[in-house]
């Protein structure tokens, strides 16, 4: 079982729509649980982050939580041409460790 | 305020030879952790750096090397370069290492594209 699982898509939705992107993982001690949107030939850019179970929200951008099922999602409401790029999703373990854990990746590609 | 810097930003070598990557975190921030990403996977962990000192190695070879300088800028070097090597190599600055603060945020840099030949 892969640490954080993504489903590698691509996510084809209509401009306009919901966009909703899962990650799972594996660690149930996890605490910290990032949204990375990264275009194509660069680095990732920070979207969104959330430690506590329930939603959180940023503009367009909603995060979910749920320690218990062990998932993590975002959704993307109005979703833009513009919003086309891959999400990952980062997992700080329980161990102590000093690493964020990534999963492989969605590709989302908004279709105008 | 400028963001995470990186150096080069593309390199091109060959099987065997070395390598030295530069980062420059964001202002005030003093922890630096290097990625490695191959094409189609997520971000690998290769280090943290805290205060010049190493916080924390993923599961890559003694190839790789790094480390932190007073001015908390960071180096990752690689020896002994094999084809599998090549990848975009990733520099997070955060204001503290990971295992210290739960509400903790890497910011990345642009990276550095390396080619092996």
């Known amino acids: 079982q892969k640490e954080v699982e993504q489903n590698s898509g691509p996510l084809s939705v209509p401009e306009g729509a919901i966009a909703s992107l899962n990650c799972t993982y594996s660690?149930?001690?996890?605490?910290?649980f990032f949204w990375y949107r990264q275009y194509s030939g660069k680095s990732p850019e920070l979207i969104m982050f959330?430690?506590?179970?329930g939603d959180k929200e940023d503009g367009r951008f909603t995060a979910q939580l749920n320690k218990a099922s062990q998932y993590v999602s975002l959704l993307i409401r109005d979703s833009q041409p513009s919003d086309s790029a891959t999400y990952l999703c980062a997992v700080i373990p329980s161990s102590g460790t000093y690493k964020y854990i990534f999963g492989t990746g969605t590709r989302l590609k908004v279709l105008a | 305020d400028a963001g995470v810097t990186q150096s080069p930003t593309h390199l091109i070598k060959t099987r065997g030879q070395h390598v030295t990557l530069r980062c420059s975190p964001i202002?005030?921030?003093?922890?630096v952790s290097w990625y490695q990403q191959v094409l189609g996977q997520g971000p690998q962990f290769i280090f943290q750096y805290y205060e010049k000192e190493e916080r924390g190695r993923g599961n890559f070879p003694d190839r790789f090397s790094a480390r932190q300088f007073p001015n908390y800028s960071s180096e990752l070097n690689v020896n002994a370069l094999l084809l599998g090597d090549s990848a975009l190599y990733l520099c997070a600055s955060s204001t503290s290492p990971t295992r210290d603060s739960t509400y903790n945020e890497q910011f990345f840099g642009p990276g550095t594209r390396l080619t092996v030949l």
């Open positions: 959330i430690y506590s179970n």
């Open positions: 660690d149930r001690g996890s605490q910290s």
């Open positions: 202002s005030g921030h003093k922890s």
